[in-house]
């Protein structure tokens, strides 16, 4: 049985820094990536990163402030967010896709498998 389970969330002040991870269980997984969604507002994709790590991609609102990477050895992906505005505070949640391509993958419905979720919180 699959299980991604996320951690590394909280509250943090405008400029700060968090580390969400997720550990995934149950199978190795191509793609992994992260979405995010705010209260009254859609689930949206944040970012994604294929198996070698050597393809990711970002939303436009995150591209310089966040970056994903993976340790397939403990098939466990992260999301480092760096200088983070009120705007970033959401749920953050880890989804991965069974299957391989080169595409962005930016839609909720293009992955197979979720998480719970791990609040973040960035105050003014």
């Known amino acids: 049985q699959v299980q991604l389970v996320e951690s590394g969330g909280g509250l943090v002040q405008a400029g700060g820094s968090l580390r969400l991870s997720c550990a995934a269980s149950?199978?190795?997984?191509?793609?992994m990536g992260w979405f995010r969604q705010a209260p009254g507002k859609e689930r949206e994709f944040v970012s994604r990163?294929?198996?070698?790590?050597?393809?990711?991609y970002y939303a436009d609102s995150v591209k310089g402030r966040f970056t994903i990477s993976r340790d397939n050895a403990k098939s466990t992906a992260y999301l480092q967010m760096n200088s983070l505005k009120p705007e970033d505070t959401a749920v953050y949640y880890c989804?991965?896709?069974?299957?391989?391509?080169?595409?962005?993958?930016?839609?909720?419905?293009?992955?197979?498998?979720w998480g719970q979720g791990t609040q973040v919180t960035v105050s003014s």
């Open positions: 149950g199978r190795t997984f191509s793609i």
């Open positions: 990163i294929n198996w070698s790590g050597g393809l990711a």
């Open positions: 989804a991965v896709r069974t299957g391989y391509g080169l595409l962005v993958y930016r839609e909720a419905r293009e992955y197979d498998y």
